[in-house]
């Protein structure tokens, strides 16, 4: 089954400050989503990246993905207290098992002002 | 509003006990998938309905089933509680049968507290 690490675990930043985000599968990837999770509370959809090479940007935050790494990287520039909670990646397995999303562990960010 | 209703949002229940968690996808979606989020395990994928028929297992238990109406809302039936079942439970919906090109909208979930 297809594996996402991502890393770090969790972060802290200080306002103002940019932050990294990586992601790295395990299988080949066929469309990486990012999801945004405040605490306790529902998944946001951030972006899609389907092609390699591809980027995406959404005000401060741009996400790219490197396939043949099999990992995508979301950045955030100038972080503010509103960018703090939960990232989180996810990878479509086609075909097997219902096109399912399959999830990483999470980054926990928590942006200090 | 991401247009995925979950109900209740809050559930406090003892072990052994059985609950029920409904789920309103979003207009015109017919794929219902539900996860489970605990601290430990991360998020998991249980099962998937499309069209009212369960397109995708995953790790499921066998106490836990669900299953989609024909107006496309959803029910995960929670049974023999037990205290690590304490978790988010989280829906979501797509247009199609999967992620590919659309990825699914999450509903705010229901937590669900076994004491």
């Known amino acids: 089954s297809q594996e996402l690490e991502q890393s770090p675990q969790s972060l802290i930043v200080q306002e103002g400050k940019n932050l990294t985000i990586n992601c790295t599968s395990s299988?080949?990837?066929?469309?990486l989503y990012w999801y945004k999770q405040k605490y306790g509370e529902g998944l946001i959809f951030l972006m899609m990246l389907q092609k390699g090479g591809e980027e995406k940007s959404h005000e401060k935050i741009t996400a790219k993905l490197d396939e043949k790494k099999q990992q995508s990287s979301l950045h955030i520039t100038a972080s503010q207290p509103s960018h703090a909670g939960i990232y989180l990646c996810?990878?479509?397995?086609?075909?097997?098992?219902?096109?399912?999303?399959?999830f990483g562990g999470g980054t926990r960010v928590l942006v200090k002002p | 509003d991401s247009g995925v209703t979950q109900t209740p949002k809050h559930l406090i229940t003892a072990t052994g006990q059985r609950v029920t968690l409904r789920c309103s996808p979003r207009s015109g979606d017919l794929s219902v998938y539900w996860y489970q989020q605990s601290l430990d395990q991360g998020l998991q994928f249980l099962i998937q309905y499309y069209n009212g028929e369960e397109r995708a297992k995953g790790n499921i238990l066998e106490r836990f089933s669900a299953q989609q109406f024909p107006d496309l809302h959803s029910e995960l039936n929670l049974s023999s509680l037990e205290l690590g079942d304490s978790a988010l439970y989280f829906c979501?919906?797509?247009?199609?049968?999967?992620?590919?090109?659309?990825?699914?909208?999450f509903g705010s979930g229901t937590r669900l507290t076994v004491v």
């Open positions: 979501a919906s797509s247009v199609g049968t999967g992620a590919l090109g659309y990825g699914y909208t």
């Open positions: 299988k080949t990837l066929y469309g």
């Open positions: 996810g990878a479509a397995v086609p075909k097997a098992a219902g096109n399912k999303l399959t």
